[in-house]
């Protein structure tokens, strides 16, 4: 090519660069604008409110039956809440939403990550892990067998390594223990009516919130989705008011109906409080359910027995005996009266009521034994001993 060529070359009019194609907006940015992080961006909802007052970590340990609660920080305490594409769990669930919330400055945060779409896990899987690292210990509404398992899961899937595990208080089964008696239904919605006064107007069913997703992959709209956002927001709040409910009912700060002593009496019992199991017991004594009351008798009579009150604890059985009428109880008596407290004819007595509970042969020499007993205290042949 000649100099003239490439001087014409030059003179052309310069071609305008391809103007570059505007870059699409996530749907879901409409509802929830991206937060830019290392991960790539994360959708994230903040809330403040005032946080309650939360129990001390020695309630936790007892309402989680759990001694490694004992030692959790209660200030940094991580409320776990997540909607689902459904309730079988597995790889096969996804966590569209994951709920969080804590406390801050005494304000109660919460902190709602939402998942713009399937494989966009990293940043919600990223901030979760930082949430939980930072975490004393978890406290959810039945999280330890379903929402935590699931978002462990989560993190294999995607090949990250998950945080290190921490005590976990499920509230689902704490309210179980303490509510059995007077609540027969302990779904978050039902506790929160019966305990906290909360009364949800045109919150979405169950079943409607996997649907929610699923319409917004199909059409992109996120007018459900906001639906569900307030639906998670109340199931978090709810945990953290249930959470300090139970704490003030366990620290005997809050008026409880007797049903819910005898549940509270249960659990000391268990946690081995048993001076705080006698009060509850005794408070459930006041329930107009005869079979509350005769519960109660029976729990207050086996402790009294155990820390060796022996007269108190017949005295607790005596009375139980005629309300729920158990052959069991007054096996337990026979053997009080005949082998603690050497008194035979009351032996003989709820012996011979004891028979449809004790094997036959045993039953007989029982009977015998404590007869033969009562006949020389009568004749005044009695041993020492009685």
């Given at each position: 090519?000649?100099?003239?060529?490439?001087?014409?070359?030059?003179?052309?009019?310069?071609?305008?660069?391809?103007?570059?194609?505007?870059?699409?907006?996530?749907?879901?940015?409409?509802?929830?604008?991206?937060?830019?992080?290392?991960?790539?961006?994360?959708?994230?909802?903040?809330?403040?409110?005032?946080?309650?007052?939360?129990?001390?970590?020695?309630?936790?340990?007892?309402?989680?039956?759990?001694?490694?609660?004992?030692?959790?920080?209660?200030?940094?305490?991580?409320?776990?809440?997540?909607?689902?594409?459904?309730?079988?769990?597995?790889?096969?669930?996804?966590?569209?939403?994951?709920?969080?919330?804590?406390?801050?400055?005494?304000?109660?945060?919460?902190?709602?990550?939402?998942?713009?779409?399937?494989?966009?896990?990293?940043?919600?899987?990223?901030?979760?892990?930082?949430?939980?690292?930072?975490?004393?210990?978890?406290?959810?509404?039945?999280?330890?067998?379903?929402?935590?398992?699931?978002?462990?899961?989560?993190?294999?899937?995607?090949?990250?390594?998950?945080?290190?595990?921490?005590?976990?208080?499920?509230?689902?089964?704490?309210?179980?223990?303490?509510?059995?008696?007077?609540?027969?239904?302990?779904?978050?919605?039902?506790?929160?009516?019966?305990?906290?006064?909360?009364?949800?107007?045109?919150?979405?069913?169950?079943?409607?919130v996997p649907q929610a997703w699923f319409d917004y992959l199909r059409t992109g709209r996120v007018a459900m989705l906001a639906r569900?956002?307030?639906?998670?927001?109340?199931?978090?709040?709810?945990?953290?008011?249930?959470?300090?409910?139970?704490?003030?009912?366990?620290?005997?700060?809050?008026?409880?109906?007797?049903?819910?002593?005898?549940?509270?009496g249960e659990l000391a019992e268990r946690a081995r409080h048993t001076p705080k199991a006698e009060r509850f017991f005794e408070q459930?004594?006041?329930?107009?359910?005869?079979?509350?009351?005769?519960?109660?008798?029976?729990?207050?009579?086996?402790?009294?027995?155990?820390?060796?009150?022996?007269?108190?604890?017949?005295?607790?059985?005596?009375?139980?005996?005629?309300?729920?009428?158990?052959?069991?109880?007054?096996?337990?008596?026979?053997?009080?009266?005949?082998?603690?407290?050497?008194?035979?004819?009351?032996?003989?007595?709820?012996?011979?009521?004891?028979?449809?509970?004790?094997?036959?042969?045993?039953?007989?020499?029982?009977?015998?034994?404590?007869?033969?007993?009562?006949?020389?205290?009568?004749?005044?042949?009695?041993?020492?001993?009685?």
């Amino acid at each position: 090519m000649d100099f003239k060529a490439k001087l014409g070359l030059l003179a052309r009019p310069a071609v305008p660069a391809p103007t570059p194609a505007p870059q699409r907006t996530h749907p879901l940015s409409a509802l929830i604008p991206p937060t830019p992080t290392s991960a790539g961006p994360l959708h994230v909802v903040h809330t403040r409110s005032t946080a309650p007052r939360l129990p001390l970590a020695t309630a936790l340990a007892a309402l989680g039956l759990d001694e490694a609660l004992g030692g959790a920080d209660v200030e940094r305490l991580l409320f776990l809440d997540t909607e689902t594409t459904g309730l079988a769990g597995g790889a096969g669930t996804l966590p569209f939403l994951v709920g969080l919330a804590f406390v801050e400055a005494g304000a109660l945060v919460v902190e709602q990550l939402h998942l713009s779409g399937p494989g966009a896990e990293r940043p919600v899987l990223a901030r979760l892990h930082e949430r939980v690292s930072a975490a004393s210990a978890l406290v959810s509404f039945n999280g330890r067998s379903f929402d935590w398992p699931l978002l462990r899961t989560r993190f294999v899937m995607n090949r990250l390594a998950p945080p290190a595990q921490r005590p976990h208080l499920d509230l689902l089964h704490a309210s179980r223990r303490v509510l059995r008696h007077w609540q027969r239904e302990t779904r978050l919605s039902t506790v929160e009516r019966a305990v906290l006064d909360v009364r949800r107007v045109a919150d979405l069913e169950g079943a409607q919130v996997p649907q929610a997703w699923f319409d917004y992959l199909r059409t992109g709209r996120v007018a459900m989705l906001a639906r569900v956002l307030t639906h998670n927001l109340q199931d978090l709040r709810s945990t953290v008011q249930l959470l300090s409910w139970l704490g003030r009912a366990w620290d005997e700060h809050e008026p409880v109906p007797p049903e819910v002593s005898l549940g509270l009496g249960e659990l000391a019992e268990r946690a081995r409080h048993t001076p705080k199991a006698e009060r509850f017991f005794e408070q459930a004594t006041q329930s107009r359910s005869v079979e509350v009351q005769a519960r109660a008798l029976v729990a207050t009579g086996r402790l009294l027995r155990r820390r060796g009150a022996l007269e108190l604890a017949a005295a607790a059985w005596e009375r139980a005996a005629p309300l729920c009428d158990d052959p069991s109880l007054h096996l337990a008596l026979a053997r009080l009266y005949e082998h603690r407290l050497r008194d035979a004819p009351s032996a003989e007595r709820h012996a011979l009521l004891a028979r449809p509970v004790e094997a036959p042969v045993a039953h007989a020499r029982r009977i015998a034994r404590l007869s033969t007993k009562r006949q020389l205290r009568l004749a005044g042949c009695a041993p020492a001993r009685w």
